[in-house]
């Protein structure tokens, strides 16, 4: 029973994908089918002081925003906040659904983004390898030293689309995208994916082999958890619900811890979204996924966070979390 209540919840999140909003988005008919489900328009409003400040790390880019927009409704559905790099690409470094739900892609917040690349560029020995999942790769290989390898595919995480529409959306987001001649997952990834996944002293031992043995960090942001989910729904089920942030903090933490112990749940992590109007809440149905090298790394098991043998924490802000895979043979 929990499986198919996750299920219903990952399809009606809309994240790396569209759920609720898609009768409303890619709306179409036998006679006329729609060629542009929705636009990135520019918006008036500039970037935010973190954006900026990212921009320093890409010199030369300019700062830019866009909103999303979907013919017959009368409000954005996201804004993005985007560098228009020196080579002329736009990259993505912020982006925040207004309709309460993800659309499109997870929820970037420049604030998080900010912190963790002023902590790469200061701290992070030079072209180390960072294992990260590859939109997250693709912004750093921009911003920060270190050597990314998932970073070219970012091209691969086009949103999915309903029957029909599957060309529009490759078109509209072709212009976020770097490498675009990448057409599949190479095995390196595939056992990212399965490390993360796998119980916490095998994936960890995972992400040592894939390291080469040598020393190389990994970072997860708490929203990686739910876009794993989304790759790997039969191995690992998560789930996300936002609930009201507003009110005294106590109320707020039973309401959820309420909830979680209500559907029998078995772990979850907490990100204050929306300036804190907003609690969203991601969550692990089974004891197994709890037990996931993912689990343990992410703040679902905080008596147990960063205590994974083989990894250490070093770096810490907002949903971000950065360790570092020991070398082989190396206890500290």
């Not at 299920?7 to 709306?27: I, P």
């Not at 996300?240 to 979850?268: C, N």
């Amino acid at each position: 029973m929990k499986n198919r209540l996750l299920v219903g919840c990952l399809v009606g999140a809309l994240a790396l994908g569209l759920g609720a909003y898609s009768t409303k988005v890619f709306q179409t008919t036998t006679e006329k089918p729609v060629s542009e489900p929705y636009a990135y328009e520019t918006c008036d409003i500039g970037a935010s002081e973190s954006t900026v400040a990212l921009a320093k790390y890409a010199q030369g880019s300019v700062t830019k925003t866009f909103e999303l927009t979907v013919p017959d409704l009368t409000r954005p559905l996201a804004k993005a906040e985007v560098l228009e790099l020196p080579t002329g690409r736009n990259l993505i470094v912020g982006w925040e659904s207004l309709v309460g739900a993800p659309v499109l892609r997870s929820d970037i917040y420049p604030l998080e983004e900010i912190a963790l690349v002023e902590a790469l560029n200061k701290y992070l020995p030079k072209d180390t390898r960072v294992f990260a999942m590859p939109a997250l790769s693709d912004r750093l290989a921009a911003l920060s030293v270190g050597t990314y390898p998932f970073a070219a595919l970012a091209s691969l995480q086009i949103p999915t689309a309903p029957a029909g529409a599957e060309q529009a959306v490759q078109r509209l987001e072709s212009r976020w995208l770097g490498n675009t001649d990448v057409t599949e997952q190479p095995a390196e990834f595939q056992s990212f994916l399965e490390a993360l996944i796998s119980e916490e002293q095998f994936g960890a031992a995972r992400l040592q082999a894939l390291a080469g043995g040598q020393e190389a960090y990994v970072i997860l942001h708490v929203r990686d958890s739910f876009d794993v989910g989304t790759m790997k729904p039969e191995e690992i089920h998560v789930g996300l619900r936002d609930f009201p942030g507003s009110g005294h903090a106590h109320d707020m933490t039973r309401q959820v811890k309420t909830w979680i112990a209500e559907k029998d749940y078995a772990a979850y992590a907490v990100q204050q979204i929306n300036g804190g109007e907003t609690i969203r809440t991601y969550f692990l149905a089974e004891g197994t996924d709890k037990a996931t090298l993912l689990g343990q790394l992410l703040p679902f098991n905080t008596s147990g966070i960063g205590l994974v043998n083989g990894t250490s924490l070093v770096f810490q802000a907002g949903g971000y979390w950065v360790y570092r895979i020991k070398p082989v043979g190396v206890s500290n």
